[in-house]
């Protein structure tokens, strides 16, 4: 029997962990739910290393993001045979890669989650479902009452009542079995007269998602993959605004849209402590093996890996023919199944079509690591997924709220309900509606408590990238620190309720309230307010 917690968390990706965690912290019963085997989202079922701001050294995050990552890096330091000059690293980034301070592979971040959640489990405050997703749910008078899961493995359904329900889905399902209002896909420039909008509303242009898989290179072996079903319609295809085919590497740089070669040098001969990951200094997307490398053989003693090991999400499998939202399941399930087609496509072409640097073509060498990612066929367990439903909230962030253009380097909206905040690119890839890259400089920014607090539904919570934001801003907000952020101010926000026996829209209307609340926040280590720093 599944018990009747005091909150009921659906999707464990890093909001719905956070939320859990902030929960149990505070006493409260939780049920959390998983539809993979791996509880993490885009840092693990997805495979994705973090994307984060470059002060994420220093401040930026939630004091509990930074024991997710300094544990990443002590399972490092005591497990992998590291040189000592990596060892005494203390910003030690294990795959050198130059998307971020810290790429690792994917079931490290597993681990130690399933260690940070251990403690609560044990002590009977958490019950953990994975392989079990939500398919209904029951409201009334503006609540939700209860919510039915279904066991993936054995078909088997459940209802569970919870007082709270937080939806950390990836793709904000509960808001629309729960009927709570929300959007999806690009809003009219006239509801937000947002510079980047397009003049009519399109609810199926979405980001485009991407089937991930990791790579490792052995030269002399041949480890190519049978021939994909879908190679030569991949093989052919070339969009309107791409400077070639799609599987090439010639590709748009995503700020300024001139097209740019990217380069392809498995194991390169370089000291990965020489790699530097500062996103507002260098995008580093060019060079296309080290830039999201998540084990570099460099860092550890002489023999004892033969291969670097890097993570392949790049503009070369991003997917956006099909929505993933909106359109019906089967259209949802077709864009999935063509997603992963275009991923392994690019592994073939990869392993005998891309060109070398020696002039030969072709690198059979590579090879596909299902044992990275937990999987038979070796890509990601979930495709990853950039863009949500998102509910229609008291405060809905804006363009106007966090670019650049718009605030200058130092601006952005300073909120009196703060509840964490985050800082990168408003960063969205080409889209089902034919976009392409929208890379707009943004400011750091203040998350407000009012993107977290539905207009009408009482005790339902985002935990993700279904918080208040627009299509525009939604591209800056759905990045690992933000999601942990948000998921773990919705699970403290959630205990807080309960304890004090008030509703969120009284929390974040009322300044007393919403200063009680802020004190929790600052206790437990979540940072609400920037120093003087400049956007990017």
Known sequence: ??????????????????????ACRAGRTVVLTEETDWIGGQLTSQAVPPDEHPWVEQFGTTASYRRLREGIRAYYRQWYPMRS???????????????SKLCHEPRIALTVLEAMLAPHRAAGRLTLLTEHRAVAAESDNDVIRAVTLENLRTGDRYTVTARYVIDATETGELLELGGVEHAIGAEARGEFDEPHAPEQAQPLNQQGITVC????????????????????????????FWPGPLLGFQAPDPRS???????????????????????????????????RRILARGMHRPGAFDSDITLVNWPLNDYWLKPLIGAGEAVSAQAVAEARQLSLSLLYWLQTEAPRQDGGTGFPGLRIRPDITGTEDGLAKAPYVRESRRIKAVTTVTEHDVSIDIVGPHGGTRHRDSVGVGSYRIDLHP??????????????????????????VRNLLPAGKNVGTTHITNGCYRLH?????????????????LTEGVEPQQV???????????RLLDRDGVQRHWPDVRGY
């Not at 029997?1 to 902030?22: F, H, Q, S």
């Not at 889209?431 to 009408?456: C, H, K, M, Q």
């Open 1 to 22: 029997m599944i018990p009747e917690p005091d909150i009921l968390v659906v999707g464990a990706g890093l909001g719905g962990v956070a939320a859990a965690l902030a």
């Open 85 to 99: 000059e990596a060892l005494a690293l203390t910003g030690l980034n294990p795959g050198a890669g130059r998307v």
């Open 213 to 240: 898989f990791a790579l490792s290179h052995h030269e002399g072996e041949n480890h190519t993959v049978d021939r994909p079903a879908d190679y030569d319609f991949w093989r052919s295809y070339r969009p309107d």
């Open 257 to 291: 849209l001139e097209s740019v070669p990217r380069t392809f040098v498995p194991n390169p001969d370089v000291d990965p402590l020489a790699v530097s990951a500062d996103q507002s200094a260098d995008a580093g997307d060019k060079e296309l093996w080290g830039f």
């Open 431 to 456: 889209s089902t509606g034919g976009d392409n890259y929208i890379d707009i400089g943004s400011v750091p920014f203040e998350i407000p408590l009012g993107a977290l607090v539905p207009r009408r």
């Open 481 to 497: 620190p933000v999601e942990w952020n948000i998921g773990e101010a919705a699970g403290a926000l959630a205990a807080h309720c």
């Open 508 to 518: 974040q209307s009322e300044d007393k309230r919403y200063e009680a609340f802020a």
